[in-house]
């Protein structure tokens, strides 16, 4: 790890975040990584006792003030802080938080699409893959955490990590466990689209595929 890696894992440890990782993302095309080479991945995982708290309430209702909520604008006001601390060191960054999609018209609100999402960036970090709920899962924390990237020309160390294929085999407990009946038990690889995954339009965001995943309760139950 070169200094400037180990200074930007060092600010972010600072910020509570849990994991850290450098991906090139050069390889995608321009409108996707904006003509910057790298992203910085980091990650916040949610409390097992929330989990728990949703999984032990099936009528528990989704919030914007609830744990999940609070820790996803978390990881994009530290996005946020990060991006402006590269920017005053001499760099070209961009946060990819709600508020720097919003700013840079990088996010569809009608087909509820980010131009570059976290997850594709995740899974070119070979930090995990896409399950059949349509989020990331990672083996230590299943699909319980928040994702922030941020994008920049600063020159980073970084390795490249083979894409790993999912690993939910004949689980659909996600799909079975969804009120809405939106996920269609379907495994994603790279030429799989995300609505062949699920019906986002219907999506309510209970939280019931991140909660009741095994990959998720192994986290909770460690």
Request: charged fraction near 20%; hydrophobic fraction near 35%; proline fraction near 4%.
């Amino acid at each position: 790890m070169n200094t400037l890696n180990l200074e930007i894992e060092q600010f972010l440890r600072s910020e509570n975040v849990d994991f850290v990782h450098f991906v090139n993302i050069s390889i995608l095309n321009k409108q996707q990584n904006r003509g910057l080479p790298y992203a910085i991945l980091m990650g916040i995982a949610i409390n097992p006792q929330f989990i728990k708290g949703v999984y032990e309430n099936p009528h528990y209702i989704h919030s914007a003030t609830d744990e999940y909520a609070q820790t996803e604008e978390l990881i994009g006001l530290i996005a946020d802080k990060l991006a402006n601390r590269l920017i005053k060191n001499g760099f070209k960054a961009l946060s990819q938080s709600d508020g720097g999609l919003i700013t840079e018209n990088a996010f569809d609100f009608e087909t509820k699409t980010s131009i570059l999402p976290h997850k594709t960036i995740a899974v070119l970090s070979g930090l995990g893959y896409i399950g059949k709920s349509n989020l990331f899962i990672t083996t230590k924390y299943g699909a319980a955490q928040c994702l922030g990237t941020v994008l920049t020309n600063a020159p980073l160390l970084v390795k490249e990590h083979k894409i790993q294929s999912p690993k939910c085999y004949n689980c659909n407990i996600c799909r079975n466990v969804c009120p809405k009946k939106i996920l269609r038990g379907i495994s994603w690889n790279i030429n799989i689209s995300r609505d062949e995954i699920i019906n986002v339009y219907n999506c309510t965001a209970c939280l019931k595929c991140m909660v009741y995943c095994p990959k998720t309760q192994a986290y909770v139950s460690y």
